[in-house]
């Protein structure tokens, strides 16, 4: 599986894309703090919280006892430059172009 599939397929689910907003709000958050914002059992959000380290968008580093959790922005930028950005760049280019035209710039 390449490294975009394994995006992909964590970004298909809602609960991980959940996490991945609760750790964009609030980087560094332990699996019982994760856990305490979804009506599921540890175990399932230790299951989700893997697929998004498999896939790179999790990164974890230890503090003494605790395993804190961190969003890694990076997969997803490549994504978004991979397979958004070059099809809504001539759109927008088309708008800037738009309004420029009607606010007499051009």
Avoid at 41 to 64: D, P, Q
């Amino acid at each position: 599986m390449s490294d975009d599939d394994r995006v992909f397929k964590a970004l298909a689910d809602p609960t991980r894309r959940f996490l991945l907003d609760l750790l964009f709000a609030r980087d560094g958050r332990t699996l019982t703090e994760l856990e305490s914002e979804l009506e599921m059992t540890r175990f399932g959000v230790m299951k989700h919280l893997r697929v998004l380290e498999e896939a790179n968008l999790v990164v974890t580093r230890r503090s003494g006892r605790e395993k804190l959790h961190f969003l890694n922005r990076v997969p997803i930028r490549e994504i978004h430059d991979r397979w958004i950005d070059k099809y809504t760049e001539p759109h927008v280019t088309a708008l800037v172009e738009l309004k420029d035209h009607l606010e007499g710039k051009s």
